[in-house]
């Protein structure tokens, strides 16, 4: 197993956004010390829901400020970012980092964003596959061409050469069928959000194996979760603190998704969607939240989880979160062994696993 922290830089009520952006930073730093394996960022534009519009940017950073910690993005949008210049940066990060950089990559949705940034609708609603794939040549191959429909252009090189083979990790954020069997086609795995309950999950996950099974790409994946997190003095207390955070935060952050063509868009409820959260995932005392993610990743099969650490509506609530999961949960999911800061070259490359 794998646990991280999902960070969004997210803006609750009329918090400043710097400062969201700071908070996640030191989050990262402080997710290293806790004895988190990974920190992943999201991106968006135009909207407080999250306020980093380039999440690999970001990575940069947090690699740059780092010295143990996996940090990948969740995600990348590939229907408004170039697939060979989104390589190029994977690339580069990958060989400056020394493999710690991970490419999560996602279809994204139907916003404006595809209208600002000239990439158009069929960008998000045609050409997700051609964009993945050329992606993916552009991570393996030292030379590559646009061959269509959408992307055309002349052989260039490549550098420079990744440091990761076959090529650095890809993820890919999963949310219908289709997408997973796009995934599972490639023999990438999936990110899941959130949203989605154990059973969903599960479902994705069969779905993926299916897509697997029957186009010849059968092999080993590891997937990835996204959770909320929150440890409070017992379940109550922790799900009423974010029954008070979250609808500052969703109110106005949902409300920031604007179609780019005026297709019809209905947006969630703000605190129904929080009570919803707070239902299915790990918010509550120390071995509440234990047992809510041993179920979790016993239903799914899921063998990396991202935990959204943000949702206290502080800083100083997100990052004694990281630092109460570090120090009250991780031990437990590991099998109570030490997490030490700063881990031997041995301890690495055994890695660390659930242990029922």
């Known amino acids: 197993m794998k ?4 960070l969004l830089g997210a803006v609750f009520g009329d918090d400043d956004p710097g400062a969201a952006l700071h908070t ?15 920190a992943w960022i999201a991106e968006h534009h135009f909207m ?16 740059g400020a780092t010295n143990r910690i996996t940090v990948g993005t969740a995600v990348s949008v590939l229907s408004t970012t170039h697939p060979v210049a989104l390589a190029e940066q994977t690339r580069m990060l990958d060989r400056l980092s020394g493999g710690r950089f991970t490419l999560g990559v996602g279809r994204g949705g139907p916003w404006v964003d595809l209208e600002v940034f ?35 252009f002349r052989e260039v090189p490549l550098t420079p050469p990744a440091l990761t083979r076959p090529h650095p990790p890809v993820t890919v954020a999963c949310t219908s069928d289709d997408t997973a069997a796009l995934a599972a086609e490639r023999g990438l795995p999936m990110l899941l959000g ?3 309950s154990d059973d969903e999950k599960a479902r994705m996950v069969a779905a993926h194996d299916r897509a697997a099974t029957r186009t010849g790409s059968a092999r080993h994946v590891a997937h990835t979760s996204t959770v909320v997190a929150h440890v409070g003095r017992d379940r109550a207390s922790a799900v009423e603190e974010l029954r008070s955070s979250l609808p500052r935060w969703l109110g106005p952050g949902l409300a920031g998704y604007v179609p780019v063509d005026d ?9 129904e969607y929080a009570e919803h959260l ?5 918010v509550g005392d120390p071995a ?34 990281i630092e109460r999961l570090g120090a009250e949960v991780l031990p437990a999911l590991r099998g109570s062994r030490p997490n030490p800061t700063r881990p031997t070259q041995q301890s690495r490359n055994s890695g660390l696993w659930f242990n029922n």
């Not at 996640?24 to 990974?38: M, P, Q, R, S």
């Not at 306020?51 to 690699?63: D, E, N, R, V, Y």
């Open 3 to 6: 646990f991280g922290i999902f």
């Open 24 to 38: 996640a930073a030191d989050a990262v730093l402080t997710a290293e010390n806790a004895g988190f394996d990974e």
């Open 48 to 63: 407080s829901y999250g306020t980093c519009p380039s999440a690999i940017t970001f990575a940069g950073h947090a690699l």
């Open 118 to 152: 000239g990439t158009g609708a069929d960008a998000h609603d045609h050409h997700f596959a051609e964009r993945l794939d050329l992606l993916l040549t552009s991570l393996t191959d030292d030379h590559v061409r646009g061959d269509g429909p959408s992307l055309t």
């Open 194 to 196: 959130m949203h989605a």
């Open 263 to 271: 297709r019809p868009r209905t947006p969630r409820d703000p605190v």
């Open 278 to 282: 707070c239902r299915l995932h790990p």
């Open 288 to 321: 509440y939240c234990i047992d809510r993610l041993r179920t979790g990743i016993a239903t799914t099969g899921i063998e990396r989880v991202l935990m959204l650490v943000e949702g206290g509506g502080s800083r100083a609530r997100t990052l004694a979160t």
